[in-house]
């Protein structure tokens, strides 16, 4: 494989590298920034709606008992949880310096050896090249063609077509032996560019898989607070209608009340608190991990979920 070859494969492989890359990056960001869309609507759901449900019931008992336990906002001055975009990607570019100087170079070689060729053959034909009139160009480059022709053929009869032929045939070889030169001196610079590129590259892509990581952490963890969002959000729709049910038929004295009732009221308080904590959350950051003071709130709001999970399913 010649070096021109080799350029394109390393290239291909980069760019192979890059897109494959890129392609996880796109989906991860995407995925992440739903889920953290979707963590605000949760929030947005229990803060417009699921809150006020609640404390719609527990305001038409009386004599509840007092909630011993406060909502606990959350206010760090930590780094916020925020939406991302897709990094800057690595433009992977084939390097093709000196393909145009040699080009040029060379159609520079294949002119210069056609004139040497026309002012030998003018010269030995004993032109006085100092009295040359630009005029009669055309007529030069014949005589020039002829000398070549009868020079090739031995004898002085013949057409300049076969000299033209081959004195361009010369200088054409001459300009691309030049080009071949140059480009060959190119491919050396541009072999190495394309060694750095594909470092460059898998350098990039590194990074990138050490991003794509964090992501799928903080991805995982908001999909699971979503869960715990969203349980919340249906018990306290649950145990709201509970609650209408216990006003319905047992009245409105929290003292009067069942125990069944009672217990049901009580987990209702509970309710209330978590997701009036849950309506205030924000979730901070602690280098690259989750803060752990949301941690230990969300634990606290999954705790209830499951103690509730128990109660009813057993």
């Given at each position: ?14 760019k192979e590298l890059v ?26 759901i229990i803060k417009t ?266």
């Open positions: 494989m010649g070096r021109v070859g080799e350029i394109k494969k390393i290239i291909s492989q980069a897109e494959e890359c890129k392609k996880d990056l796109v989906e991860k960001v995407e995925e992440y920034n739903i889920s953290l869309d979707e963590f605000q609507r949760q929030k947005e709606s699921t809150i006020d449900d609640v404390e719609e019931v527990l305001d038409e008992i009386d004599n509840l008992p007092e909630n011993p336990y406060q909502v606990e906002v959350v206010e760090e001055d930590m780094e916020r949880l925020e939406p991302v975009e897709i990094p800057e990607v690595y433009e992977v570019e084939e390097p093709i310096s000196g393909f145009f100087k040699a080009k040029f170079f060379g159609f520079i070689a294949f002119l210069l050896s056609l004139l040497a060729f026309l002012t030998v053959a003018l010269v030995m034909k004993r032109y006085d090249l100092t009295a040359l009139n630009l005029q009669n160009w055309q007529k030069y480059i014949e005589d020039g063609f002829n000398f070549y022709s009868s020079l090739l053929l031995q004898t002085s009869d013949t057409s300049p077509i076969v000299g033209g032929i081959v004195i361009t045939a010369l200088s054409f070889a001459v300009g691309y032996l030049v080009y071949f030169i140059v480009v060959h001196s190119a491919a050396s610079k541009n072999l190495q560019r394309a060694r750095e590129i594909f470092e460059e590259a898998k350098e990039w892509v590194e990074r990138q898989k050490e991003f794509i990581e964090r992501l799928k952490e903080r991805i995982s963890f908001l999909k699971d607070t979503n869960h715990t969002l969203e349980g919340l959000r249906i018990f306290g729709e649950e145990f709201a209608s509970r609650g209408k049910r216990d006003i319905f038929f047992e009245g409105r004295d929290f003292e009067g009340f069942s125990q069944i009732a009672k217990d049901e009221i009580l987990s209702l308080q509970k309710l209330d608190l978590e997701l009036n904590t849950a309506a205030k959350l924000e979730l901070y950051v602690e280098g690259d991990d989750i803060a752990s003071v949301v941690k230990s709130r969300i634990d606290e709001m999954k705790e209830l979920i499951n103690s509730l999970k128990a109660k009813i399913y057993g």
